[in-house]
């Protein structure tokens, strides 16, 4: 079974920063690009960044680029999301994402809260 495992959160006042990290198991980690989503109350689920699986090249929603920076560490099998310069937009609960290289399974950690106070 694939889970996926976000750590990380907390409550960080305007211009601070946070580290997030996802813990994946059950699958190659090397076979999977692993995305970062948010939801913020009332709105919709919105995709934050995307990290391939071989050459670890990363997309990042216009909202966040050059603020927040994805990595992952295919070893620790590890997925991180540097989130920096931090607005109080920025509050949401931030998942990551994991889609099955075979099945087409999406798979989704249970989240974690990102407060940001002005």
């Known amino acids: 079974e694939v889970q996926l495992v976000e750590s990380g959160g907390g409550l960080v006042q305007a211009g601070g920063s946070l580290r997030l990290s996802c813990v994946v198991s059950?699958?190659?980690?090397?076979?999977?690009?692993i995305g970062w989503f948010r939801q913020a109350p009332g709105k919709e689920r919105e995709g934050v960044s995307c990290?391939?699986?071989?050459?670890?090249?990363?997309l990042t929603a216009e909202a966040v680029k050059g603020r927040f920076t994805t990595s992952r560490d295919n070893d620790k099998m590890m997925v991180y999301l540097q989130m920096t310069s931090l607005k109080p937009e920025d509050t949401a609960v931030y998942y990551c994402?994991?889609?099955?290289?075979?099945?087409?399974?999406?798979?989704w950690g249970q989240g974690t809260q990102v407060t940001v106070s002005s």
């Open positions: 994402h994991a889609e099955h290289p075979v099945t087409r399974t999406n798979y």
């Open positions: 990290i391939s699986n071989n050459d670890a090249r990363v």
């Open positions: 059950g699958v190659t980690f090397a076979d999977v690009a």
